[in-house]
């Protein structure tokens, strides 16, 4: 598979055109950014952790049935995936209170939430990612509603997934973000799952274990993720 052009380059990843018309490079860079980009760090070893810990979250979900854009992982900071036009919708699943819906509800932190909430983003950092509905997305064509049914039930079947193979590691699966676009007329799962997209907390000390350690300037944000990926089987290579 051949690298050829730089197609764009995100906040923290980097997407290549390759000899083959219908997959693409994705890089994971060390690059980390919070607040719509507003804070930016390089953190050393990030972008291999991040393949990694990715590559092993696609192929689990791909095990159990749901289509993502994951292919192969190429090397350690680079894995191919399946071109796709982007559903320019995020999808967040929350099983406990924390983040942006602690500040927008006042609603403690911690709270378990029965059932999990499901709420939709529209991707669009210059206005913050603001919240929008099913009607919003229809309306303005940023999604069909046969595409928001299918982006739900697969949101709610990752969550099945990697709620159980993350308790195995003994943590909780806080809440996540999702990305889905369209390949060969079907709606597959895109972007990657990493603690950079998701909460992860210790299941009995709640120790925060995931990107909100960059948020909130607490430090040791790559070992916690190596940590997090350890507890459930990944191996990372050495340096
Ligand atoms: O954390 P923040 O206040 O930006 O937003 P949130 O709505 O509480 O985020 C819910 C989950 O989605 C967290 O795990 C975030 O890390 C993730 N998220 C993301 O990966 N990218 C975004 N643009 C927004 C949220």
């Given at each position: 598979?051949?690298?050829?052009?730089?197609?764009?380059?995100?906040?923290?990843?980097s997407v290549?055109?390759?000899?083959?018309?219908?997959?693409?490079?994705?890089?994971?860079?060390?690059?980390?950014?919070?607040?719509?980009g507003?804070?930016?760090?390089?953190?050393?070893?990030k972008?291999?952790?991040?393949?990694?810990?990715n590559?092993f979250?696609?192929?689990?979900?791909?095990d159990?049935?749901?289509?993502t854009?994951?292919?192969?992982?190429?090397?350690?900071?680079?894995?191919?995936?399946?071109?796709?036009?982007?559903?320019?919708?995020?999808?967040?699943?929350?099983?406990?209170a924390?983040?942006g819906?602690?500040?927008?509800?006042?609603?403690?932190?911690?709270?378990?939430?029965?059932?999990p909430?499901?709420e939709?983003?529209?991707?669009?950092?210059?206005?913050g990612?603001?919240?929008?509905?099913?009607?919003?997305?229809e309306?303005?064509g940023?999604?069909?509603?046969?595409q928001?049914?299918r982006?739900k039930?697969?949101?709610?079947?990752?969550?099945?997934?990697?709620?159980?193979?993350f308790?195995?590691?003994?943590?909780?699966?806080v809440?996540?973000?999702?990305?889905?676009?369209?390949?060969?007329?079907?709606?597959?799962l895109?972007d990657e799952f990493?603690p950079d997209?998701?909460r992860?907390?210790?299941?009995d000390?709640?120790e925060?274990?995931?990107?909100?350690?960059?948020?909130q300037?607490?430090?040791?944000?790559?070992?916690?993720?190596?940590?997090v990926g350890r507890?459930?089987?990944?191996?990372?290579?050495?340096?």
């Amino acid at each position: 598979m051949e690298k050829r052009q730089e197609l764009y380059a995100g906040k923290a990843k980097s997407v290549y055109t390759t000899d083959a018309a219908d997959r693409l490079v994705l890089e994971f860079r060390d690059d980390t950014s919070a607040f719509d980009g507003k804070r930016k760090q390089a953190l050393e070893r990030k972008g291999m952790v991040n393949n990694v810990f990715n590559a092993f979250i696609m192929e689990r979900l791909e095990d159990a049935g749901i289509p993502t854009h994951f292919d192969k992982r190429l090397s350690a900071t680079e894995s191919l995936v399946k071109k796709m036009d982007m559903i320019p919708v995020e999808c967040v699943v929350r099983n406990v209170a924390a983040g942006g819906l602690v500040k927008r509800l006042g609603v403690e932190e911690g709270t378990a939430l029965n059932p999990p909430t499901f709420e939709l983003f529209l991707k669009d950092d210059e206005r913050g990612d603001p919240m929008i509905n099913e009607s919003l997305a229809e309306t303005f064509g940023w999604a069909t509603p046969e595409q928001l049914t299918r982006m739900k039930a697969l949101t709610f079947k990752v969550n099945h997934v990697l709620k159980q193979l993350f308790a195995e590691g003994h943590l909780l699966l806080v809440d996540y973000k999702l990305e889905f676009g369209i390949h060969e007329g079907q709606v597959i799962l895109g972007d990657e799952f990493s603690p950079d997209g998701c909460r992860l907390w210790d299941a009995d000390t709640r120790e925060k274990l995931d990107k909100d350690r960059f948020r909130q300037g607490l430090g040791g944000v790559i070992e916690a993720y190596e940590e997090v990926g350890r507890r459930i089987g990944i191996t990372f290579p050495e340096a």
